[in-house]
């Protein structure tokens, strides 16, 4: 399996900044990589693909890069709606795997 | 729009078989554009993929899983359902169903929590 590790597990932060998120994963997954935005008591939203695509609908403050092993994601100024928790996810192989996830909190 | 909804026990006795429905609306189940997925997430942990069904019903199955999983489709009711065999207190979670889109999940149900007790 691949495994995926996301840093930090928590980050503090405050509206208006600029925030980074990184996922590193065990084996090149070639850029098949997504980021979902979880809230408490909902089911994760799906928030960008293929590294750095925007899904329909997401404000375009989010921005996604990376490539082989090692993937970001940035939010430009964050906005109270955005504090939540944040995984990453490979789909270059099976079985899918999930990063442990970052909670972004003020 | 497409929305998905988890259906059954939310209380499963250890050794017994879990078993849950995902209801589609929206779209059809038999869109060959589309998986459908069961994804669940462990209390202090992270969200494991447990598998996915084409509506032919060719499945990939969590090797980690694989040998308890068990998915079917009814394309008739537009729904898909899981079964995991032999459970225990450490399969408690919230299950979540989905829409896998090219290896993204872009839709998923409200989820749904299954708790193993006796």
């Known amino acids: 399996d691949i495994q995926m590790t996301q840093s930090p597990t928590t980050l503090s932060a405050s509206v208006g900044d600029r925030v980074t998120i990184t996922c590193r994963a065990s084996q090149s997954v070639r850029t098949w990589l997504a980021w979902y935005q979880q809230k408490p008591g909902e089911a994760p939203k799906l928030l960008m693909y293929k590294a750095s695509t925007l899904q329909s609908g997401v404000p375009s403050r989010f921005s996604g890069s990376g490539s082989e092993t090692e993937y970001t994601l940035t939010v430009s100024s964050l906005k109270p709606d955005d504090f939540a928790t944040y995984y990453c996810?490979?789909?270059?192989?099976?079985?899918?795997?999930f990063g442990q996830g970052t909670k972004v909190e003020i | 729009q497409v929305q998905l909804q988890e259906s059954g026990p939310g209380l499963v006795r250890p050794s017994q078989t879990l078993s849950l429905s995902c209801t589609v609306s929206g779209v059809s189940i038999s869109d060959g554009n589309y998986y459908w997925t069961w994804i669940r997430h462990l209390p202090g942990k992270g969200l494991e993929w447990i598998g996915h069904i084409y509506y032919t019903g060719f499945t990939n199955y969590n090797p980690s899983l694989k040998s308890r999983v068990f998915m079917s489709i009814d394309t008739s009711k537009n729904r898909f359902s899981l079964n995991l065999s032999s459970v225990t207190a450490a399969d408690t979670a919230i299950y979540y169903c989905?829409?896998?889109?090219?290896?993204?999940?872009?839709?998923w149900g409200q989820g749904t929590l299954v708790t193993v007790s006796s």
């Open positions: 989905a829409r896998d889109n090219r290896g993204t999940q872009d839709n």
């Open positions: 996810q490979q789909y270059n192989s099976y079985p899918w795997t």
